[in-house]
């Protein structure tokens, strides 16, 4: 198992977010996460990345059997968590490459492999950026500064292929993309699809997941997973939306 | 009881030789008498309002040799002096200017009063002078830990001719473990037309004082750059007063200053916008840590006449500890109605979201802490135009911040 999270409820600023989720990802899976503003679901994202503010108060995250609410995001990352973020943050004065081999080394001392040097780094940076077709000028810039919106998702992913991590969680990728840009960061994103790798997509929108297809969906509202199916939950959303789905829910079941 | 540093200065002032030409006797004659009649500042004068000296008074400071000096050679157009030569050859040279610049006032009155060693920089008419003139001192050289507080008077005069190009480097610090300080007056005049490019690097030491002023008086569309770096110290102290006295004179001041544990910087900033069509620039940012404490005092004046005046400041602070202190006070005083005019002052922590992001990409907190703040400085390590300079302050930099090792594994 990738990733257990049972009843999990989470406060951002003393206001319960989540509700009790329960959700399973198993390696090589790709599960949807799909719900109206407000659902939770960047909480889901934010919870699992360990963002500070973000208190879990009852529930657990196991993470390859690990219990995942122990480590501080920087182990999380190591461990092999990748968040891509629906708002990545510009950095002006910390170069994206020379963070992003910062945070490659911090990774590969912790599974004990050998360091990057800059040579073979950049080897592996020049091919990783071809597969989202990032500007070789771009990442050599401070981390996101002056970055187009699409440009930013693109980085996110590029970084993706970089730390090769077991779980990503992209939260919202596909917002503020035009409809290339979108083809291009699924494109990337399915070349990252591996028997391996498990990801979780969080979106908004049914658009996304026409590109990344996904093997499960999950309707979260209100805190909590209504409804999970295949990816033609995805579709009968897209035609009835979030209201009918909810309505149609069949009821929890009993404890 | 043991003497204050007032009743040693006193004492020096008694028996310091006299052998001046007769204006310039006349000046440390003035300046003697106003350090008699006030002494040294107290929280009581508006510009001492942040920065206590009873570090410095407190302690009979006995003065020493170690003006500032040329290190390497000296570069073709320029010439480095030591005022007594100059005043042999050319008594009266400096009359009109020497002492006129600088206000005599607590420190620089005993500056005035008691400098023996100045030194002459001239920059000769139309020379272009690519390489940086390099300038520096150590106000506590040989000091034994054991040794009594000694005091170094500096004074530099610089005078840049008119159509010159050139840069001066100075780098000074106190590599010594008992108490020292060092009093420093610098003069610089910026001929029409002149370009000069002045950095000061200050590498501060727990048990080192400096006080130090710079005045700066520029000619008809003149253009003088100065980048400030100052790296803790006990008590560190700048007075950087830019009068643009010539139609169309640009000044750009640049200053970044670090305090930790123990360590207090203040820099004190006036431009003077005297003519019309002058602009100023200036970007000061400050990294507080520990118990550290940090003081910006900038004031841009516009004088009536000064229209089509273009100045700007901005202050940013950073704080790293909950201990940290700053006080920053940017202020305008606009007398003319042409204008564009806009100041602004921020203290603040290092961002959350930054932080996080860092993290998130395997980074550790004390990592990522150390890079964004190197960030934060940075940016006026970049605008440095000497490449091994910039170099040199980037690892000074490095060395001088909590957990800099951390961003030098990374890089």
């Given at each position: 198992m990738m990733l257990r999270i049972e009843?999990?409820?989470a406060s951002v600023g003393g206001t319960e977010i989540l509700k009790g989720i329960d959700l399973e990802v198993n390696p090589g899976e790709v599960h949807a996460i799909m719900g109206p503003n407000g659902s939770g679901k960047s909480t889901l994202a934010n919870v699992l990345a360990g963002r500070d503010g973000y208190e879990v108060t009852s529930g657990s995250i196991k993470y390859q059997g690990k219990d995942l609410m122990e480590l501080p995001p920087e182990e999380r990352a190591r461990?092999?968590?990748?968040?891509?973020?629906?708002?990545?943050?510009?950095?002006?004065?910390?170069?994206?490459?020379?963070?992003?081999?910062?945070?490659?080394?911090a990774v590969r001392r912790h599974r004990g492999e050998p360091e990057l040097d800059a040579m073979d780094f950049m080897k592996l940076a020049k091919e990783k950026m071809k597969l989202v077709d990032l500007d070789k000028e771009l990442a050599k810039r401070s981390v996101n500064s002056g970055f187009s919106g699409g440009e930013k998702k693109r980085n996110e992913i590029f970084q993706m292929a970089m730390l090769e991590p077991k779980l990503a969680i992209l939260d919202e990728t596909d917002s503020g993309l035009d409809i290339d840009a979108l083809k291009v960061v699924s494109e990337g994103v399915n070349a990252l699809r591996s028997p391996e790798r498990s990801?979780?997509?969080?979106?908004?929108?049914?658009?996304?997941?026409?590109?990344?297809?996904p093997d499960h969906v999950h309707v979260l509202f209100q805190g909590k997973i209504v409804r999970s199916g295949g990816k033609g939950l995805a579709l009968e959303l897209?035609?009835?939306?979030?209201?009918?789905?909810?309505?149609?829910s069949p009821p929890a079941a009993a404890p | 009881m043991t003497a204050d540093f007032r009743e040693t200065a006193m004492a020096a002032?008694?028996?310091?030789?006299?052998?001046d030409p007769e204006w310039l006797a006349a000046r440390r004659a003035q300046a003697e008498s106003e350090f008699q009649d006030h002494g040294f500042p107290t929280a009581k004068d508006e510009a001492w309002r942040f920065t206590s000296v009873r570090s410095i008074t407190r302690l009979p400071f006995a003065p020493r040799s170690g003006g500032t000096t040329v290190r390497g050679d000296v570069p073709e157009g320029v010439s480095v002096e030591r005022l007594a030569d100059v005043l042999e050859k050319q008594p009266r040279l400096l009359e009109p200017h020497l002492g006129r610049l600088s206000k005599p006032e607590f420190f620089s009155a005993l500056n005035a009063a008691m400098f023996d060693d100045a030194l002459v920089v001239r920059i000769a008419k139309g020379a272009v002078v690519e390489a940086p003139i390099e300038l520096g001192s150590d106000a506590g050289a040989d000091g034994s830990a054991d040794s009594e507080p000694t005091v170094v008077y500096q004074r530099l005069f610089v005078l840049a001719e008119e159509n010159s190009q050139a840069t001066i480097v100075e780098r000074h610090e106190g590599t010594?473990?008992?108490?020292?300080?060092?009093?420093?007056?610098?003069?610089?005049?910026?001929?029409?037309?002149?370009?000069?490019?002045?950095?000061?690097?200050h590498q501060g030491w727990s048990t080192g004082h400096r006080i130090a002023a710079v005045a700066v008086e520029q000619a008809r569309s003149s253009s003088y750059a100065s980048h400030v770096f100052t790296f803790g110290g006990a008590l560190s102290r700048l007075d950087m007063r830019c009068v643009l006295a010539g139609e169309g004179a640009e000044c750009a001041l640049d200053g970044l200053y670090l305090a930790r544990d123990g360590e207090h910087v203040d820099h004190q900033t006036l431009v003077d916008h005297a003519s019309a069509h002058c602009s100023s620039q200036q970007k000061y940012k400050g990294i507080l840590d520990g118990k550290g404490r940090g003081v910006f005092d900038g004031t841009v004046v516009v004088r009536r006449d000064a229209q089509k005046s273009d100045a700007h400041q901005e202050n940013r602070n950073l704080l790293l500890s909950d201990t940290a202190i700053v006080n920053t006070k940017p202020h305008l005083e606009i007398d003319a109605d042409d204008v564009t005019c806009s100041h602004?002052?921020?203290?603040?922590?290092?961002?959350?979201?930054?932080?996080?992001?860092l993290r998130a990409r395997g980074i550790d907190a004390a990592a990522a802490k150390a890079v964004l703040t190197h960030?934060?400085?940075?940016?006026?390590i970049e605008r440095v135009k000497l490449a091994p300079l910039a170099e040199e302050l980037g690892k000074l930099l490095r060395k001088s911040l909590p957990a800099g090792e951390l961003v030098e594994d990374a890089l």
């Open positions: 009843n999990l409820h461990e092999g968590i990748f968040l891509a973020f629906q708002y990545p943050v510009e950095i002006p004065g910390v170069s994206n490459l020379y963070f992003l081999k910062a945070g490659m080394n990801m979780v997509v969080i979106t908004h929108y049914q658009r996304l997941l026409d590109y990344i297809v897209e035609e009835k939306g979030y209201e009918a789905i909810r309505t149609d | 002032l008694a028996s310091r030789p006299k052998a010594s473990t008992s108490p020292h300080l060092s009093n420093s007056v610098t003069e610089i005049l910026v001929g029409k037309n002149a370009k000069l490019s002045h950095y000061l690097v602004g002052a921020t203290v603040g922590q290092l961002d959350q979201n930054q932080l996080f992001y960030a934060f400085a940075s940016e006026l």
